[in-house]
Each structure stands twice: as structure tokens, then as C-alpha cells.
């Protein structure tokens, strides 16, 4: 893998040693992760920053920044620069439903979890799923534990096609089953953009990102705010740039593709900088306890941290020959993944927005939390060498006094869950397969518009710019995907990308295909997930679906 030599600074702010800690930092395991990060971490996955949160016995012993939060004007990452926390986000959702969940039903305590939605939410909520048995049962353990077996696809993620909450919301009961239900794991994040939704219209207030945004203040996150619609984290005054990789040197990522989280807040919409992180590790560590206040019970917090879910368990087994320990997933529980290394109980997660990536580690019995987040250059792991996972063991084994674990025994064998984490198919090139001039079709038989229930709308118009009219573009949400190109296989098209929807396939490989069937009147589109196909069919906008879908009998009269 060829390196990429970042010039590094390190922020004069940092805190690395609080004398008031039980457990405190010495200089020689100071020395130690500054050389790892600076001298290999940073400089093997071309990062341009990176933030690091450390809390010890309820101390934060390190809040401090790597790198730059921006490259064109040298200003470098500190304690308080911010980032996209990404999927890390899903945890502070499952911790407001507990909180909402025992405020407003206390005398269901644990099985407030597992009560139907439909018991729950106010009688004007309009809110169902695409079969019977899931509209009448789904609960908000399913939906935080990726247990409702639906498929989302963020196709509309990806293209920004669902302009509001509340069309998502609806559209979700068109979300087709992949798995049966409770009987697997299928990572989802439209359902906890839902379920922000769903509890946010519980506890009585007009929206998740307040509700969200209230909790963060009362625990002490003073900066952390949320990926709003209309840009305005691009003003706040610590916010990173992202940034992407492409010929060889680092690219400024067009900050309006960033916004597209703002249907999905509770998926992976927070914004927050290594002291705001460090506060929100504090609250778990604490149970709940915010500077001597039970902002949360600890009872009730238990319950974020009970599997939900053991499908997203891997069996034990040995990391390395050199230090044989046991590690593995054990399960999902509300946000959170639930794991082992070498022993030691952990409290996880990952987190990707394209390109911010992140991750939260917990280690109960050791009373030490640790908290990472860089700005780029897109998914650390797949194309590179050391993901951030990695980083967080390495720190922990020199907390912990042990030998810390060698690059080339880096390698755990559990895994965090974060946005995409799908196979990962190696091409970028799109095409679109038609069967027009085997059928005597003309051009203006492609043009129109194309539905999806789920994802949205996507358009086949003439280049305006061709006068010929013989250029065909796609238009999908607010980004114009690109020309259609034909090729010298018949039936072919190549789509070239013309605009900045094309950084997104710079942060990781995927592929799109797109095949048109005239004969049927239907675009079908293939995104990520094997033979799953989803169907978009000519003039069909929102209102030409079933407002109930799912067949007749799962919908008939209730015995």
C-alpha cells in the first residue's frame, strides 16, 4: 500500500493527565500513543484528523486532537474541534427511549421495551409496517436491535431523495422483509430515524433533534449539535472539514452531502467534539449520574446494555497465537454492540458518514472509556491498513500496562456496526442495461418519471444542453447522477458521474446497477445487497402505492 506522508501537528491543548484522577496517564504511555497515532496510525490511513476521548475512573485523562480539522488554512484538530459521530449516534437514541420509555410508563418498567408501538404512541400517529403481524407487534426493542428483519437499502440516503421526516417516515411501511421477523440481524437505519421520531412524539415534543439536543445539554455536551437540513453546522465554529482521497492528495467533501443524515438524526446525525464525547462516556460510565444527579436510573440504564439480540454474536475465538485471548461479539443490544477482548467485557460501536468515521469503547471493569473520530479520508479498513478499532486495543492494552498489541497482531476478531457495513463490491462503474432499439422504441419512451415506495423518485430526462436531444441524463433527488452514455456492447449504457455525488465513491468501493425493462415499464435498480432488487416503476409517485401495503389476508379482519 503506498503511504501518504501528512505534515502533523499536535494541539498544545490537550488534557493528558487530570491530578485529581485515580488513574493518570504517565509520560512514557503518553510518548507511546502520540508515536502510534502520529508516526503510523495517521500517516498509514492518510488522515488528515483525528480527535481522542479517554475517561478513567470518571476522569477524563485525554481530550486532545491530531492532524488538522483544516489542511488549506494549518488549523489543527483539538479538544474542542467537532465531527460527525456517525452511527454512534444510535446509542444516545436507545438512551432516550429507556428515559422516555420509564417517564411516561413506569409501570411497565422493562416491558415498556417490548409493548407494541402501537400501545405506546398517541392515537394520531400514523405509523405501520408492511405486513400485519409487524404493524400490530413492533416494538422498540425490534427496531434499535435491527431485529425487524426489513430492508431499508439508504439508497435515499445515499441520494438525498426523501426531502422531509416525515415523507421517510411514511415511507418505511413499504420497507420489504429480508429476514423473518425477530429471527436475525439486519442492520436498518431508517428504522431508528423512525424510532427518534416515534419517542420523540411520546415524550410530547415537536421533534427527536430537540429531544436530542435538550439531553445533550443536560449532561454537559456544551458543543455537540446535529447535521441540520439547511447547512447551518457548517457555521459552528469548530466544525471539521471532511475530507475525501483522489490523486493522490486529500479533497475538501462538499459539506451540503453531509446534510442528507437529516432524516435519520437518530441513525447518525450527531455532531460532536472529543470533550462533548468524553461527557457522554462519563454519563454511561456513571450509570446515569451527571455530577452527582441520576439523570437516568441506574436500573433503568441497565437496560441499554442487555443483548437484544444475539444473531450479531460470532463464536470466541483466539485473536492472536502470541496472546491467545477470547474475543468475540456476544450481541446488540439498544445502540450498542456487546463484546470481548482478551476477557474484558466491552460496550461498543462503530460509526461511518461518509467520510466521518468513528468509534466508542467501553471497558466496564476497568472503569476506562475511550472515544476516536477522524475526518477522512473515508472507511478505515477496507482499502486501509489499521482501522480505528484497532487504535482503541492498542491504547487500551498500554492503560492496562500490558504490552501493547503489535501492528501485526492487530487484528480482534469482533466488530463494531456502522452505516454500509455490507459487502463492499469492487467497481464504481454504473450501467444501465436497456432493451430500446431491439423493441423500436424512441428515446421519449424513456423519459419520465420512475417510483419507488421506499426510495423515492428518480427521473430520465434530455441533456438540456445537447441540442440533438439524443443525451440522456438520470436525476435521482437533489443530484443529477450523471449522462448516459452508450457503449459498443448492445444494450449498454455507462453513466458518467458530473457531480459531487461522485465523492461518495471515493470513501469506499460500491457499485450501482441499473437495468431497464421496457417490455414491463420499470427501472430496476441493484444497490449493495446481493439479488435484492428494488423496482422502480414508470409515473409512479408516492400516492399511486397502497397507504397499507402488505397482501390482503395480512391485513384481514383480526380473529
Known amino acids: 500500500m503506498g503511504l501518504y506522508v501528512l505534515s502533523l501537528i499536535v494541539s498544545l491543548f490537550g488534557i493528558w493527565c487530570n491530578p485529581q484522577a485515580v488513574t493518570c496517564i504517565t509520560p512514557e504511555q503518553k510518548e507511546r500513543?502520540?508515536?502510534?497515532?502520529?508516526?503510523?496510525?495517521?500517516?498509514?490511513?492518510?488522515?488528515?484528523?483525528?480527535?481522542?476521548?479517554?475517561?478513567?475512573?470518571?476522569?477524563?485523562?485525554?481530550?486532545?486532537?491530531?492532524?488538522?480539522?483544516?489542511?488549506?488554512?494549518?488549523?489543527?484538530?483539538?479538544?474542542?474541534?467537532?465531527?460527525?459521530?456517525?452511527?454512534?449516534?444510535?446509542?444516545?437514541?436507545?438512551?432516550?427511549?429507556?428515559?422516555?420509555?420509564?417517564?411516561?410508563?413506569?409501570?411497565?418498567?422493562?416491558?415498556?421495551?417490548?409493548?407494541?408501538?402501537?400501545?405506546?404512541?398517541?392515537?394520531a400517529s400514523n405509523i405501520t409496517f408492511s405486513d400485519r403481524y409487524r404493524a400490530e407487534s413492533m416494538t422498540f426493542r425490534d427496531l434499535l436491535s435491527h431485529r425487524s428483519c426489513l430492508i431499508s437499502e439508504d439508497i435515499d440516503l445515499i441520494f438525498d431523495t426523501v426531502s422531509t421526516i416525515e415523507e421517510k417516515k411514511y415511507r418505511t411501511r413499504y420497507e420489504p422483509e429480508v429476514c423473518s421477523f425477530r429471527n436475525g440481524f439486519f442492520y436498518n437505519?431508517?428504522?431508528?430515524?423512525?424510532?427518534?421520531?416515534?419517542?420523540?412524539?411520546?415524550?410530547?415534543?415537536?421533534?427527536?433533534?430537540?429531544l436530542l439536543l435538550d439531553f445533550m445539554h443536560e449532561i454537559g455536551m456544551k458543543t455537540a449539535s446535529v447535521f441540520d437540513k439547511d447547512g447551518n453546522f457548517e457555521e459552528l465554529e469548530d466544525m471539521s472539514v471532511a475530507y475525501y482521497f483522489k490523486d493522490g492528495a486529500p479533497q475538501v467533501f462538499n459539506p451540503k452531502l453531509l446534510r442528507r443524515t437529516h432524516i435519520v438524526i437518530g441513525a447518525g446525525g450527531i455532531i460532536a467534539s472529543p470533550t462533548d464525547m468524553a461527557q457522554y462516556l462519563r454519563f454511561h460510565m456513571n450509570l446515569g449520574k451527571v455530577g452527582g444527579?441520576?439523570?437516568?436510573?441506574?436500573?433503568?440504564?441497565?437496560?441499554?446494555?442487555?443483548?437484544?439480540?444475539?444473531?450479531?454474536?460470532?463464536?470466541?475465538?483466539?485473536?492472536?497465537?502470541?496472546?491467545?485471548?477470547v474475543s468475540g461479539n456476544i450481541g446488540y443490544s439498544l445502540g450498542f454492540v456487546l463484546a470481548l477482548y482478551d476477557g474484558w467485557e466491552i460496550i461498543a460501536h462503530g460509526g461511518y458518514w461518509p467520510p466521518f468515521a468513528s468509534v466508542m469503547f467501553s471497558f466496564p471493569k476497568k472503569n476506562i472509556g475511550i472515544f476516536i473520530a477522524s475526518n477522512g479520508p473515508g472507511i478505515i479498513g477496507g482499502k486501509n491498513d489499521l482501522p480505528l478499532e484497532y487504535l482503541v486495543i492498542f491504547i487500551f492494552d498500554i492503560l492496562r500496562g500490558k504490552v501493547a498489541t503489535s501492528k501485526k497482531n492487530l487484528r480482534p476478531n469482533f466488530k463494531t456496526a456502522?452505516?454500509?457495513?455490507?459487502?463492499?463490491?469492487?467497481?464504481?462503474?454504473?450501467?444501465?442495461?436497456?432493451?430500446?432499439?431491439?423493441?423500436?422504441?424512441?428515446?421519449?419512451?424513456?423519459?419520465?418519471?420512475?417510483?419507488?415506495?421506499?426510495?423515492?423518485?428518480?427521473?430520465?430526462?434530455?441533456?438540456?444542453?445537447?441540442?440533438?436531444?439524443?443525451?440522456?441524463?438520470?436525476?435521482?433527488?437533489?443530484?443529477?447522477?450523471?449522462?448516459l452514455l452508450p457503449q459498443e456492447q448492445d444494450l449498454i449504457f455507462t453513466v458518467e458521474l458530473t457531480t459531487d455525488i461522485l465523492q461518495l465513491f471515493y470513501t469506499y468501493d460500491f457499485n450501482i446497477v441499473y437495468e431497464l425493462d421496457l417490455r414491463f415499464e420499470k427501472l430496476v435498480i441493484l444497490l449493495f445487497y446481493g439479488q435484492h432488487v428494488s423496482e422502480f416503476v414508470k409515473v409512479a409517485d408516492l400516492e399511486s402505492f397502497l397507504p397499507i401495503p402488505g397482501s390482503p389476508e395480512s391485513y384481514g379482519p383480526s380473529n
Open 189 to 210: 437505519n431508517a428504522l431508528y430515524g423512525l424510532g427518534g421520531e416515534l419517542i420523540a412524539e411520546i415524550a410530547g415534543v415537536s421533534s427527536y433533534t430537540k
Open 33 to 123: 500513543i502520540d508515536d502510534f497515532i502520529e508516526n503510523t496510525f495517521l500517516v498509514e490511513n492518510r488522515i488528515p484528523g483525528l480527535t481522542l476521548s479517554i475517561v478513567e475512573n470518571d476522569q477524563i485523562t485525554v481530550s486532545r486532537g491530531y492532524g488538522y480539522r483544516n489542511l488549506d488554512l494549518r488549523v489543527p484538530a483539538n479538544e474542542n474541534t467537532l465531527m460527525g459521530i456517525a452511527s454512534n449516534s444510535k446509542s444516545f437514541l436507545g438512551t432516550l427511549v429507556v428515559k422516555v420509555l420509564h417517564e411516561k410508563f413506569p409501570e411497565l418498567g422493562v416491558k415498556a421495551l417490548d409493548t407494541p408501538l402501537v400501545k405506546l404512541l398517541p392515537p
Open 293 to 325: 444527579r441520576q439523570v437516568i436510573p441506574e436500573d433503568v440504564m441497565q437496560r441499554i446494555y442487555t443483548s437484544s439480540n444475539s444473531a450479531y454474536g460470532s463464536p470466541f475465538g483466539k485473536m492472536s497465537s502470541e496472546f491467545d485471548p
Open 418 to 483: 456502522h452505516e454500509f457495513d455490507l459487502s463492499i463490491l469492487p467497481s464504481i462503474e454504473l450501467e444501465l442495461q436497456n432493451g430500446l432499439r431491439h423493441r423500436g422504441r424512441e428515446l421519449d419512451d424513456l423519459i419520465g418519471l420512475y417510483g419507488h415506495a421506499v426510495h423515492g423518485d428518480l427521473f430520465v430526462l434530455y441533456d438540456e444542453s445537447d441540442d440533438s436531444n439524443q443525451t440522456l441524463i438520470m436525476k435521482f433527488g437533489e443530484y443529477e447522477i450523471g449522462r
